[in-house]
């Protein structure tokens, strides 16, 4: 292997990495307050992408410069947030939040199967691809390797925002407090005067913005297909396990960690590629149950 | 807690006031009315046939409700089953029927039993995906080896012989049919009394109370990797029965949606309920072939829409509603002596 072959694989990581740790996070930030693992989490990811195309084309068809499609992203992620995921809480989960585990997973797995059928409904089965936004910022040459600056400077960037962001948020604004206090005792939190259901609708849209957001900051780089949704939830589940469910920072390491391991395969074994994410999961999970920043949760008799 | 895996009790012998007389009664008629099937309506007989391979793969998905778990992979087991029928078939032209069946069912066992060692650390949200997960990656070795497994396409699965015999198209259904109904009857049965066993009783403790399981000694693990291979094992009947009768395997046995379609049947029927696994099968599969015409691009969101409604108000399944029918028939019957319908 050599340099120029190692750099690809390393930026190919990076950057694949930075896309599932932003959908990862949502998934990992809805299941920390809420203790609900939210499955259509990957449907939400497939509308955004979807979404960001479809606004994408009808914008520059009207004779927009290409750089508009980034407001635009920013636009579909709070579109699938808003007339997504606040209806989903509303309407559902508000009901089962006393129910068993199970029964929750349940809840939202259908959810999940409604969500697929009506991306084919309204979008098709053909492909899209819609790659503006990724040529209108250009390409950068390190080390002899030319890359996207879209891929390798712009993705990475916002997912380091968005992780220190979401901290800064959730540690050091009032509503971030709120969220933190309602998740450590809901209860105690309601008798203070913290309206709990609130808090809980804000947090999963925002999840759900990330998801979409997650979505639309990757429609330029593949094409949209449908089954994405599904193949992203299991993977996005594999980075929230191996760091430990609700682990924020913890996220961030396992995705780079799986972002890698899975661009490296690419160039070494590519057959296997799609595997390495899970191997990588149940490698850590066999040896650290809990994932690897989880800590083993004390048992309630 | 009143959740959709409690069936009500359903241990059928046990049932207080005469209901068990009744209920036996019901199965054996709808077991002979299924077993006329090929006389009555022969244009029926492959989709039931169909139907009860799934019922089959179903029960292995209730086996797991039993003891509050839900697995959205099994569908695993299903395709392992049916490739290894498939495998056996090519390097072994002209095997037995039985030899698939074991083969399948090998298959299935050895590889619930990996996974099973593993996924047994786990309950609920972790045990479900961790299984998704496993079945995502059997999926994808199928469709990326494909110079071995054929891809996409999968492979062809030619007729077994039956005990040395090769037989017509006709017959070997025939054969298939009558065998999918005693292994229907018979892991149905096997399976109700393997829940009213101690080891079936403490693998229903870990949905009650799995610390007081520790308590007493007992390993959940265990016990729970137990009732595993049972229901991959069932899995793998299904699996196997399936790909005989439609003579080809493809990556979509092993598909999410496939899975999917196994936890809805168990909670359509009644989650937990072993009739209700067949009954819930039967009725989807039929609805399904005639919904198709007019709703096929719209399938996965009605099934999605009526899990919905089912877990929100009718919780205990088909099974729940027809104890109800029952319970309430024999209430009115007693007092008013008139035919509640």
């Given at each position: 292997m050599n340099l120029t072959i190692f750099l690809l694989a390393l930026f190919d990581g990076i950057?694949?990495?930075?896309?599932?740790?932003?959908?990862?996070?949502?998934?990992?930030?809805?299941?920390?307050?809420?203790?609900?693992?939210?499955?259509?989490?990957?449907?939400?990811?497939?509308?955004?992408?979807?979404?960001?195309?479809?606004?994408?084309?009808?914008?520059?068809?009207?004779?927009?410069?290409p750089v508009f499609a980034f407001p635009l992203m920013l636009v579909s992620a709070v579109l699938v947030g808003v007339l997504l995921g606040g209806p989903i809480e509303w309407l559902l989960l508000r009901r089962i939040y006393d129910k068993p585990e199970v029964l929750q997973l349940l809840v939202t797995f259908a959810v999940f199967m409604i969500l697929e059928d009506v991306q084919r409904l309204l979008w098709g089965t053909q492909p899209y691809f819609q790659?503006?936004?990724?040529?209108?910022?250009?390409?950068?040459?390190?080390?002899?390797?030319?890359?996207?600056?879209?891929?390798?400077?712009?993705?990475?960037?916002?997912?380091?925002?968005?992780?220190?962001?979401?901290?800064?948020?959730?540690?050091?604004?009032?509503?971030?407090?709120?969220?933190?206090?309602t998740t450590e005792d809901r209860e105690a939190a309601q008798s203070i005067g913290i309206d709990a259901d609130r808090v809980f609708l804000f947090t999963f849209v925002v999840g759900a913005v990330l998801a979409g957001l997650g979505g639309a900051l990757a429609s330029p780089t593949t094409s949209i297909l449908p089954g994405m949704g599904a193949d992203m939830i299991v993977l996005s589940f594999a980075v929230v396990a191996t760091a430990g469910l609700g682990q924020i920072e913890g996220a961030a390491v396992t995705a780079l960690m799986i972002g890698l391991g899975r661009s490296f395969a690419v160039y070494v074994w590519p057959e296997v590629a799609v595997l390495v994410p899970y191997l990588i999961m149940v490698l850590v999970l066999l040896v650290r149950p809990e994932g690897l920043f989880g800590s083993p949760v004390a048992r309630k008799i | 807690m009143s959740d959709i895996s409690r069936h009500t009790t359903a241990r059928g012998d046990v049932k207080s006031g005469g209901m068990p007389s009744l209920r036996a009664l019901l199965t054996l008629l709808a077991v002979l009315l299924l077993a006329a099937v090929p006389f009555i309506a022969p244009s029926m007989q492959l989709l039931i046939n169909l139907a009860l391979a799934k019922g089959i793969a179903v029960l292995g998905v209730t086996v797991l409700l039993r003891a509050g778990q839900v697995?959205?992979?099994?569908?695993?087991?299903?395709?392992?089953?049916?490739?290894?029928?498939?495998?056996?078939?090519?390097s072994l032209p002209g095997a037995d029927l039985i030899l698939v069946l074991i083969a399948g069912v090998l298959g299935a066992a050895l590889s619930g039993l990996l996974v099973g060692l593993f996924v047994v650390r786990y309950r609920g949200i972790f045990f479900g995906m961790l299984?998704?997960?496993?079945?995502?990656?059997?999926?994808?070795?199928?469709?990326?080896?494909?110079?071995?497994?054929?891809?996409?396409?999968?492979?062809?699965?030619?007729?077994?012989?039956?005990?040395?015999?090769?037989?017509?198209?006709?017959?070997?259904?025939?054969?298939?049919?009558?065998l999918s109904i005693a292994l229907m009857v018979g892991l149905g049965w096997f399976t109700l009394r393997w829940?009213?066993?101690?080891?079936?009783?403490?693998?229903?403790?870990?949905?009650?109370?799995?610390?007081?399981?520790?308590?007493?000694?007992?390993?959940?693990?265990?016990?729970?990797?137990?009732?595993?291979?049972?229901?991959?094992?069932?899995?793998?009947?299904?699996?196997?029965?399936?790909?005989?009768?439609?003579?080809?395997?493809?990556?979509e046995y092993v598909w999410w949606v496939r899975s999917a379609e196994m936890v809805f049947i168990a909670v359509l029927g009644g989650a937990g309920s072993v009739r209700g696994a067949f009954i819930g099968a039967l009725i989807y599969e039929i609805v399904r072939v005639y919904a198709s015409a007019y709703a096929g691009d719209i399938w996965q969101m009605l099934l999605g829409?009526?899990?919905?409604?089912?877990?929100?108000?009718?919780?205990?399944?088909?099974?729940?509603?027809a104890d109800g029918l029952i319970h309430r028939g024999g209430k009115r019957r007693a007092t008013t002596a008139e035919e509640a319908r």
């Open positions: 950057s694949y990495a930075a896309l599932v740790f932003i959908v990862a996070l949502g998934l990992t930030l809805i299941f920390g307050v809420m203790r609900i693992l939210n499955v259509a989490h990957g449907s939400l990811y497939a509308i955004g992408a979807y979404a960001t195309v479809s606004l994408t084309g009808f914008f520059l068809a009207l004779g927009f410069a790659a503006s936004a990724l040529q209108a910022l250009g390409n950068v040459t390190v080390f002899g390797v030319t890359y996207t600056v879209y891929q390798l400077i712009l993705l990475p960037l916002v997912a380091i925002c968005l992780l220190f962001g979401l901290r800064f948020f959730l540690r050091h604004t009032v509503i971030g407090k709120l969220i933190l206090a | 697995s959205f992979g099994h569908a695993l087991f299903f395709g392992i089953s049916a490739y290894a029928g498939a495998f056996l078939m090519a299984n998704l997960a496993f079945s995502m990656i059997f999926w994808s070795i199928l469709e990326k080896f494909y110079h071995v497994t054929g891809g996409a396409d999968g492979i062809r699965l030619p007729r077994p012989t039956v005990l040395g015999m090769a037989l017509e198209r006709s017959g070997f259904e025939a054969v298939i049919f009558y829940f009213a066993s101690p080891v079936g009783q403490i693998f229903q403790t870990i949905k009650t109370n799995e610390t007081r399981l520790e308590y007493l000694g007992l390993s959940p693990k265990r016990v729970l990797l137990s009732g595993y291979l049972l229901s991959a094992i069932l899995c793998g009947v299904g699996g196997s029965l399936m790909a005989m009768t439609q003579g080809v395997v493809t990556p829409a009526f899990l919905l409604v089912i877990i929100l108000f009718a919780p205990k399944g088909i099974m729940g509603i």
